[in-house]
């Protein structure tokens, strides 16, 4: 024993003293990564930073390889860091509230910064057919390059279920999905906007799906008889828990992807609100509801994973208030870990109940707007740039029908802004914004309406 004691001594200086030259290997070897040949580690450090202000992006995520397999994903921690196991190769990097980056691993500076731009979209709508409309795009184009809008949401896969681009899906050519064009060629679409420096959002609505389910009875929502089930509108849907449903609406993705979208959109991704009147061929229960939706966003999130795309869901309103699943399967905290942005509807329209403290919603648009951002944020515990609502730019159709003109939507646009969400979304269903204030950055000096304090 006395022998190890001063043995021990030694060794621990001169562990001191060598550590700084080993320092590369050993950070490798605690990473479980083998040092390279001839001593370089087989791993770098990533660090992610803010390009405007140096500072680091906390909770980025980064995601090597090519194949879904063999794809690694890592995220920053508070210093913005994250060790790459690997040389070469590119990485995918995306955190809410900046454009993409990719980085060529092997071209990284020494101390491996990579520095992501700040970004805010500010989007309009149009439809398949309002993209395919000369003058509703060139309307809604112009309308862009003057008020400071700088994203279009556009659809892909839209409310009819038509799939209204040249797609290879087989299923889209079976069921009739694709009878109408009105976008020749996805890519050169993209590349239009990108040349405007427009950030593009490929809209895809998931399981109101009327071709589907007419051409596939198997696959789609049934009445208790047996027959088809349409919805109020008489759209029919398809079943959330069939895998079938699941993976045509993800091919549509990785297309939208492929083509060069920066960001994949699914709405209607939802049981239909009728659950009296629907029979599915899954669990109906809300246990069942929620895994089936939750089940889609983890495959589609998977499956997106070789394309540097970010990842949104639309909701209902009330989902930011309601605990359960609100009878159609979406609920809040099963579904925020698989997107990077949530988007919520907040059009005052569709608060049939108000909310705490508010009983006239399209009288107090910035209330609703801004506390239904408030009570989902606190309920998740994260970032505001999280969220990127969806907002009211119609006349109202559930209470006293008022007109949304600039007043209303510009302080629907405060109230996020306010709230710090990354930008925000503007519906017309007929893709006609005229209402829309002259500038979308908004009058930052009008007062904001004091919000009553809620249950």
Same mark, same amino acid.
């Given at each position: 024993?006395?022998?190890?004691?001063?043995?021990?001594?030694?060794?621990?200086?001169?562990?001191?003293?060598?550590?700084?030259?080993?320092?590369?290997?050993?950070?490798?070897?605690?990473?479980?990564?083998?040092?390279?040949?001839?001593?370089?580690?087989?791993?770098?450090?990533?660090?992610?930073?803010?390009?405007?202000?140096?500072?680091?992006?906390?909770?980025?995520?980064?995601?090597?390889?090519?194949?879904?397999?063999?794809?690694?994903?890592?995220?920053?921690?508070?210093?913005?860091?994250?060790?790459? +196991? $690997?040389?070469?190769?590119?990485?995918?990097?995306?955190?809410?509230? !900046?454009?993409?980056?990719?980085?060529?691993?092997?071209?990284?500076?020494?101390?491996?910064?990579?520095?992501?731009?700040?970004?805010?979209?500010?989007?309009? !709508?149009?439809?398949?057919?309002?993209?395919?409309?000369?003058?509703?795009?060139?309307?809604?184009?112009?309308?862009?390059?003057? @008020?400071?809008?700088?994203?279009?949401?556009?659809?892909?896969?839209?409310? $009819?279920?038509?799939?209204? !681009?040249?797609?290879?899906?087989?299923?889209?050519?079976?069921?009739?999905?694709?009878?109408?064009?009105?976008?020749?060629?996805?890519?050169?679409?993209?590349?239009?906007?990108?040349?405007?420096?427009?950030?593009?959002?490929? $809209?895809?609505?998931?399981?109101?799906?009327?071709?589907?389910?007419?051409?596939?009875?198997?696959?789609?929502?049934?009445?208790?008889?047996?027959?088809?089930?349409?919805?109020?509108?008489?759209?029919?849907?398809?079943?959330?828990?069939?895998?079938?449903?699941?993976q045509y609406n993800i091919a549509v993705a990785i297309? +939208?992807?492929?083509?060069?979208?920066?960001?994949?959109?699914?709405?209607?991704?939802?049981?239909?609100?009728?659950? +009296?009147?629907?029979?599915?061929?899954?669990?109906?229960?809300?246990?069942?509801?929620?895994?089936?939706?939750?089940?889609?966003?983890?495959?589609?999130?998977?499956?997106?994973?070789?394309?540097?795309?970010?990842?949104?869901?639309?909701?209902?309103?009330?989902?930011?208030?309601?605990?359960?699943?609100?009878?159609?399967?979406?609920?809040?905290?099963?579904?925020?870990?698989?997107?990077?942005?949530?988007?919520?509807?907040?059009?005052?329209?569709?608060?049939?109940?108000?909310?705490?403290?508010?009983?006239?919603?399209?009288?107090?648009? !910035?209330?609703?707007?801004?506390?239904?951002?408030?009570?989902?944020?606190?309920?998740?515990?994260?970032?505001?740039?999280?969220?990127?609502?969806w907002l009211q730019a119609f006349r109202d159709y559930?209470?006293?029908?008022?007109?949304?003109?600039?007043?209303?939507?510009?302080?629907?646009? $405060?109230?996020?802004?306010?709230?710090?969400?990354?930008?925000?979304?503007?519906?017309?269903?007929?893709?006609?914004?005229?209402?829309?204030?002259?500038?979308? @950055?908004?009058?930052?000096?009008?007062?904001?309406?004091?919000?009553?304090?809620?249950?």
């Amino acid at each position: 024993m006395s022998d190890m004691r001063h043995f021990r001594r030694p060794a621990l200086v001169l562990a001191l003293v060598l550590a700084p030259v080993f320092a590369p290997v050993f950070g490798s070897l605690a990473w479980g990564l083998p040092p390279a040949p001839g001593g370089r580690a087989a791993a770098v450090t990533l660090h992610v930073v803010d390009a405007a202000t140096g500072r680091p992006v906390a909770g980025a995520r980064i995601v090597l390889g090519g194949q879904v397999p063999d794809d690694q994903v890592l995220e920053t921690d508070v210093s913005g860091r994250g060790v790459i +196991a $690997r040389t070469d190769g590119r990485a995918f990097i995306r955190a809410p509230g !900046y454009r993409a980056g990719t980085a060529d691993i092997a071209a990284l500076p020494p101390d491996g910064t990579m520095a992501l731009t700040p970004f805010v979209p500010k989007a309009l !709508y149009l439809s398949s057919y309002g993209i395919g409309s000369a003058a509703l795009r060139n309307r809604a184009l112009a309308l862009i390059g003057q @008020s400071g809008l700088n994203a279009l949401v556009i659809d892909v896969k839209g409310d $009819r279920g038509l799939v209204p !681009y040249p797609s290879r899906i087989p299923l889209a050519i079976a069921d009739g999905a694709r009878r109408m064009t009105t976008i020749p060629d996805l890519g050169a679409l993209v590349r239009m906007l990108h040349a405007r420096n427009l950030y593009a959002i490929a $809209r895809i609505v998931v399981f109101k799906d009327l071709p589907l389910a007419s051409a596939r009875p198997d696959l789609a929502v049934r009445l208790p008889d047996g027959r088809l089930f349409h919805d109020r509108q008489g759209m029919a849907w398809t079943d959330p828990s069939q895998p079938a449903v699941r993976q045509y609406n993800i091919a549509v993705a990785i297309e +939208a992807a492929q083509a060069g979208f920066d960001e994949i959109q699914f709405d209607y991704i939802r049981f239909p609100d009728e659950a +009296a009147r629907s029979r599915f061929l899954g669990a109906a229960s809300q246990a069942g509801r929620v895994a089936a939706v939750t089940a889609f966003l983890a495959e589609a999130r998977r499956q997106l994973l070789p394309y540097n795309v970010y990842l949104a869901t639309t909701i209902f309103g009330y989902v930011a208030w309601n605990r359960d699943d609100t009878g159609i399967g979406q609920q809040l905290e099963r579904m925020a870990p698989l997107v990077d942005y949530l988007s919520p509807m907040l059009y005052p329209s569709g608060f049939t109940f108000g909310i705490p403290g508010v009983g006239a919603p399209t009288r107090h648009p !910035y209330e609703i707007v801004y506390r239904s951002l408030e009570m989902a944020r606190r309920r998740l515990d994260i970032s505001p740039k999280r969220f990127r609502p969806w907002l009211q730019a119609f006349r109202d159709y559930a209470f006293d029908r008022i007109p949304f003109g600039p007043d209303e939507i510009a302080a629907q646009i $405060r109230a996020a802004t306010d709230f710090g969400s990354d930008g925000w979304m503007v519906w017309n269903p007929r893709n006609v914004y005229d209402a829309l204030p002259a500038s979308a @950055s908004m009058s930052a000096t009008a007062p904001m309406p004091v919000i009553a304090a809620g249950r």
